[in-house]
């Protein structure tokens, strides 16, 4: 070969090295980012309508359709596919069209952030970036503010192709109160469509005269249960832009919410917190702290001063069903044949059965049933115990009433004469029975008869259902409905280890961000964490967890349902 052509081969050589370096440190756009990583996961190509400054002619295009159809993209992003895409934007985009847009939301509260230039709409997915298994490149998420070149976006379509293997988001906050576990596992998959959901109501008859006052032709609504309450709903589409456009053009003044339907998807995410103390925990009621039965659990806990909250047992629109106590004190009477969980003033819990019956004793005398937080028809005598309102009105203007402290009655007087509200420490003794006398002075006691008596003195307790597992307890189905033993729900979970009390709350009914739970599955989840012991609470659209200002899973209706109490580990 000659000194020529050597040299031609050098020089060629060269150029190649020289246009690869160009390529590997030029600019990528945006469009071509997510378009990319779209391709690597296998998402599906849509059409539809687009930004203003996307049409199909564009580079990608399909891809920003399909984007914004499946709800990767929303239209309120602010998206130009030709400008170029930073590391952080590169990040964003992947963690979206996994299905992370939640976890991000949380992470940029949760965790600590480390360059606090960062915008709040972007800083979750960089902080998500280092902290999932596996983790980002680090070349993208150490350079957040730097335009991605080619080598960068090879090394994040290969990272993104690994993920969909398996993903894993796991993190823990601690405090002297508690620690609360975030969790979330799995590439997120679309939902089959969308639907806006209108409105809750509490009867069928609310619901579908909303339903007759807001339908059009062009959009008729129809009403569906929910959780034993009705939705209004737009018809379900495949394209998340039309529902949006419906959510604006229905939803003003009530708040419209666009919800995923069904869909195929191994992700899950999940939430727990562990009291450091498990006498800790309370249960918190609305109607200690306002005249309203119900409310959201985050303005239930933010006035208990609570750090962490979760909600509780089944309920309706005139408050909790089935056994709960609060403070010692008997709340509410038993839903027959259901289970409870119970502790006592030292931690130690219970699971079991959840039938008693109130009997009240007067100076040593014999014990005689009583009536329990209820109206008291001629007759009759009551406990009225503070979780449930301590208004002196709750005692009515009939028979007489007896104040009582550490089991002895402070004050016995006419009902008319009663004007004093309770002390947290107080209960009421309401009688309208002509042979049933009370003096102050008097020495009571309250007897709590158990169909199956707890080992433990409850200090608080919650009853919903089924009993999961426990020691000895052979599982059965409680006369629950087909849905809650059958189907894959939101769930929320009450677990024991024998030591350390946990909350659980699963997210459910979105592909793109938590299939939900099985019973099984459920059950599953309480043995890998090491419970013991695991009943399931009340699930759905109730299923919530709250700590310290922030609702932590993404509940599914899309807004916190209004509830009676929650389960609460107050501020030190």
């Not at 599906?44 to 199909?56: A, Y």
């Not at 998959?189 to 579908?208: C, H, K, M, N, Y």
């Not at 062009?218 to 394209?239: I, K, R």
């Amino acid at each position: 070969m000659s000194f020529m052509s050597l040299k031609k081969i050098a020089v060629l050589a060269l150029a190649l090295l020289v246009a690869a370096a160009g390529t590997a440190g030029a600019e990528v756009p945006r469009g071509k980012v997510l378009g990319e990583l779209m391709q690597v996961l296998d998402l599906p190509l849509k059409t539809g309508k687009t930004f203003g400054d996307v049409d199909e002619t564009t580079p990608y295009g399909p891809a920003l359709l399909s984007a914004l159809s499946l709800g990767i993209l929303y239209p309120a992003d602010d998206f130009s596919p030709e400008i170029a895409c930073t590391n952080a934007e590169a990040l964003m985009f992947a963690f979206q069209a996994m299905g992370f847009r939640h976890e991000a939301e949380t992470a940029a509260w949760a965790l600590p952030p480390e360059d606090k230039s960062l915008p709040a709409y972007i800083s979750g997915y960089v902080a998500l970036a280092k902290s999932v298994q596996p983790a980002a490149p680090r070349s993208v998420f150490s350079k957040p503010w730097d335009s991605i070149t080619e080598t960068q976006l090879s090394e994040v379509l290969e990272w993104a192709g690994r993920c969909r293997a398996g993903l894993v988001w796991d993190y823990e906050i601690k405090r002297p109160e508690g620690a609360l576990r975030i969790h979330r596992e799995n590439v997120g998959r679309p939902p089959q469509g969308w639907r806006v959901q209108l409105g809750i109501f509490d009867t069928e008859a609310q619901a579908s005269a909303f339903a007759r006052k807001k339908t059009s032709e062009a959009c008729p609504l129809s009403v569906q249960e929910v959780d034993f309450s009705y939705g209004v709903f737009t018809p379900l589409v495949a394209d998340r832009s039309q529902a949006h456009e419906w959510a604006t053009r229905l939803g003003k003044g009530f708040g419209a919410v666009i919800l995923p339907e069904s869909g195929d998807s191994s992700a899950l995410f999940w939430t727990s917190f562990t009291p450091a103390d498990p006498a800790d925990a309370v249960i918190g009621m609305n109607r200690a702290v306002s005249s309203q039965t119900l409310a959201k659990l985050s303005e239930i806990a933010a006035a208990h001063k609570a750090l962490a909250a979760m909600n509780g047992g089944y309920f309706g629109g005139n408050g909790p069903i089935g056994t709960l106590f609060a403070g010692g004190l008997p709340v509410t009477l038993p839903y027959y044949n259901r289970s409870m969980a119970a502790w006592d003033k030292r931690g130690t819990m219970y699971f079991g059965g959840g039938e008693f019956r109130m009997r009240l004793s007067v100076n040593g005398g014999p014990f005689v049933p009583v009536l329990l937080n209820s109206k008291v028809d001629y007759g009759s005598t009551a406990i009225l115990t503070p979780a449930l309102g301590a208004s002196e009105a709750r005692a009515g203007n009939n028979g007489f009433v007896a104040r009582v402290h550490d089991g002895l009655v402070q004050e016995a007087v006419p009902a008319l004469q009663f004007s004093r509200d309770m002390n947290p420490d107080e209960w009421l003794i309401v009688s309208r029975d002509p042979a049933f006398a009370l003096q102050k002075g008097d020495r009571v006691a309250l007897e709590t008869q158990w169909r199956e008596t707890p080992p433990i003195d409850v200090a608080s307790a919650v009853q919903a259902g089924p009993l999961l597992y426990a020691p000895g307890h052979q599982f059965w189905d409680e006369m629950l409905s087909l849905s809650i033993l059958a189907l894959r729900h939101p769930r929320t979970l009450l677990g024991w280890d024998g030591k350390r009390m946990v909350w659980i709350v699963a997210d459910g009914r979105s592909s793109w961000h938590s299939r939900g739970l099985f019973l099984n599955e459920a059950e599953q989840l309480g043995r890998q964490l090491g419970l013991t012991a695991l009943l399931n609470l009340d699930g759905g659209g109730s299923s919530e967890m709250w700590w310290d200002g922030h609702v932590v899973n993404a509940v599914s209706d899309g807004r916190e349902r209004r509830m009676p109490y929650g389960l609460m580990v107050l501020k030190k």
